[in-house]
């Protein structure tokens, strides 16, 4: 009989020891209902994105110390696409709407002629990971910006550097698909 006690309270603990290491996989059910983000994760980047009323509030993690980026619809490598990138830097962060104005190369929407259209955003760091949160129009109308369409497919470019300066290289990019 002791034996048989054993082996259910060993097994109850084995249960509550694996739920305490692998429950922080998902995402409660609690924190589903609230932000009912859709969440994506891609080689160390996790990306949560909805539509509301006619903007795209977004968030982007990964670990870093320097900027972090996310750009949307490159045309050809990242020529094209329209970038939200930033940094941890005090209460907000520093956040920059850019547009790829070549293969390798990106300048502020307002350095091109186009406006700065991040109507929310916000960049921290805690534990060596950094996250960019930030609301954007759909369709800003701004010719640096590109139009986003619930129901169609986007091409997402995400980006990291070690440094915080915005014109240094990125060392990790990857690139995927959703459907907005």
């Known amino acids: 009989m002791k034996t048989k006690i054993r082996k259910y309270v060993s097994l109850i603990l084995c249960a509550?020891?694996?739920?305490?290491?692998?429950?922080?996989?998902?995402?409660?059910?609690?924190a589903a209902a609230t932000n009912d983000m859709k969440t994506i994760m891609v080689?160390?980047?996790?990306?949560?994105y909805k539509v509301e009323n006619q903007n795209l509030v977004a968030r982007v993690s990964c670990a870093t110390a320097g900027w972090i980026g996310v750009g949307f619809n490159p045309k050809f490598f990242m020529k094209g696409a329209n970038l939200i990138i930033g940094y941890a830097d005090g209460a907000n962060g520093v956040l920059r709407d850019d547009y790829a104005n070549g293969m390798f190369k990106h300048d502020a929407d307002t350095a091109l002629g186009g406006k700065n259209d991040i109507i929310a955003g916000s960049c921290i760091e805690s534990n060596g990971v950094a996250?960019?949160?930030?609301?954007?129009?759909?369709?800003?109308?701004?010719?640096?910006d590109v139009v986003l369409e619930p129901g169609k497919k986007v091409k997402l470019v995400f980006a990291t550097c070690k440094e915080k300066n915005l014109k240094t290289k990125h060392n990790k990019k990857v690139e995927t698909e959703?459907?907005?």
């Open 43 to 48: 080689k160390g980047f996790t990306f949560s």
């Open 16 to 30: 509550g020891f694996y739920g305490a290491c692998f429950a922080a996989e998902a995402p409660s059910p609690a």
């Open 131 to 144: 996250t960019l949160s930030f609301t954007i129009p759909l369709n800003s109308g701004d010719s640096k």
């Open 178 to 180: 959703i459907v907005l």
